[in-house]
Every structure is written in structure tokens, then in C-alpha cells.
């Protein structure tokens, strides 16, 4: 069984402020696949990032950047100097072996101008 | 960029009602998928096709089928809608490979009453 567990419900920020979401998973497979999608408000998952579990280095895009530590299983996302339009629901998922992504409940970020 | 388009953004039917839903996408993915996704729980795997004709039940099947005669395209079945299947359902496709991200149409808010 897999699992992703992201213990935030809801952020909220002022605009220019870093948030850090957290995402905790669970499998016992040695390959696996952990994802990012972000849902603004008009419902489309929009994909940011894929890591597999054998490339621990982080990675940065921008605004947005990711920590991802197998010791912990930890996928952890930052967003550095958050703007309005980064409200929406980010979603953490995992995958392993098939095709069935685990998501995550969602973390809901609201900035606030 | 790939376009996963669903019929309808918003519908409304009746207890006992027939309900279809339809995804469609326009990149020669292999898979597709038919989420729910419900406040708190995040999103809930219902089916999903790995090629035409070719179905899996996915975490919660009860209450649902699916038929997938073009590779294009991926229908959702509510067999007798009941109140409980009021959600937003996403459609998602993605390429064979299962380390490949899905790509999600925008989501169809269906209330049953």
C-alpha cells in the first residue's frame, strides 16, 4: 500500500512571504515516482514537477522550489516571495510500478494582497 | 500541449438518473483516468484504461462503470445516479509509461439531486 499524507489543510499569506508545503509518503517499493499539481481556482491539475526516487537533488523553477529527502520521505514544496496568483490547492502524489497516482488531501494556499 | 477536454463543466441530474460524463483528449496517450475529488479526501481513483476496450477498477468502482471504444476517448458511467456521487470528477490521460505525468481536463461539478 502507498500513501500521501500532506498534514496541512489550509495556508494562508501575505503577498511576498515564502510558504512551505509538506508532503510525507509511504511505500516500501525502491522505485517510485513523487509529483506536484497545482489546482487554481478554475478546477484544471496543472502539473509542476516530477522527481523519481533515485535523484534526491533539489530542484528550483523560479518562484518555486522543492526538497525532496528519501531518509525522511519527505517531497517538500516552497514557494519564495508568494504572489496571488499562487492561490490554489497544490496536490502531492506518488506513484509506483502501475499507473495509479496516490494524492495527497491537498494543501489550499491563499495569498492575500 | 495536450488537451484533455471534458463535456461539461457543470450538470445537474436526478436521483436514479443515467449519467454520463465524457473525456476527451487529443494526444495519442494510451491511459486515461476518471477521478472524484471531494473536499478532505483529495483525489480518489475511480478507473482507468490503459488501452482501448482495456479497463481496471481503480480505489472506489462501486456505483460506476466506464466504456472506452476509441482511444480518444474515455466515458464515465453513473449507472443510477444517487446523491452520494455528488462530486467534481476529473479526467486525466498520460503515456504508457507509468513514470509519466497525467494531464487533466478541467473537471465536470455534477450535483445530483
Known amino acids: 500500500a502507498q500513501k500521501v499524507t500532506q498534514a496541512q489543510t489550509e495556508i494562508s499569506v501575505v503577498e511576498k512571504e515564502d510558504v512551505t508545503l509538506d508532503c510525507v509518503y509511504e511505500?516500501?517499493?525502491?522505485?517510485?515516482?513523487l509529483f506536484w499539481y497545482k489546482q487554481p481556482p478554475s478546477g484544471e491539475l496543472v502539473f509542476l514537477i516530477r522527481?523519481?526516487?533515485?535523484?534526491?537533488q533539489n530542484e528550483i523553477s523560479g518562484r518555486y522550489s522543492w526538497n525532496f529527502q528519501k531518509s525522511t520521505s519527505s517531497f517538500n514544496f516552497t514557494i519564495t516571495a508568494s504572489q496571488v496568483v499562487d492561490s490554489a490547492v497544490y496536490f502531492c502524489?506518488?506513484?509506483?510500478?502501475?499507473?495509479?497516482?496516490?494524492f495527497g488531501a491537498g494543501t489550499t494556499v491563499t495569498v492575500r494582497a | 500541449d495536450v488537451k484533455v477536454t471534458q463535456s461539461s463543466r457543470y450538470l445537474v441530474k436526478r436521483t436514479g438518473e443515467k449519467v454520463f460524463l465524457e473525456c476527451v483528449q487529443d494526444?495519442?496517450?494510451?491511459?486515461m483516468f476518471w477521478y472524484r475529488q471531494d473536499p478532505g479526501l483529495g483525489l480518489r481513483l475511480i478507473y482507468f484504461?490503459?488501452?482501448?476496450?482495456?479497463?481496471e477498477k481503480g480505489d472506489i468502482p462501486e456505483g460506476y462503470s466506464v466504456s472506452r471504444e476509441k482511444k480518444e476517448r474515455f466515458s464515465l458511467i453513473l449507472e443510477s445516479a444517487s446523491t452520494n456521487q455528488t462530486s467534481m470528477y476529473l479526467c486525466?490521460?498520460?503515456?504508457?509509461?507509468?513514470?509519466?505525468?497525467?494531464?487533466f481536463g478541467d473537471g465536470t461539478r455534477l450535483s445530483i439531486l
Open positions: 486525466a490521460s498520460s503515456l504508457r509509461v507509468s513514470n509519466q505525468p497525467q494531464h
Open positions: 511505500t516500501r517499493d525502491t522505485t517510485y515516482y
Open positions: 522527481r523519481n526516487s533515485f535523484d534526491e
Open positions: 502524489a506518488l506513484i509506483q510500478g502501475d499507473y495509479k497516482l496516490s
Open positions: 494526444m495519442d496517450h494510451e491511459n
Open positions: 484504461s490503459y488501452d482501448v476496450k482495456m479497463k
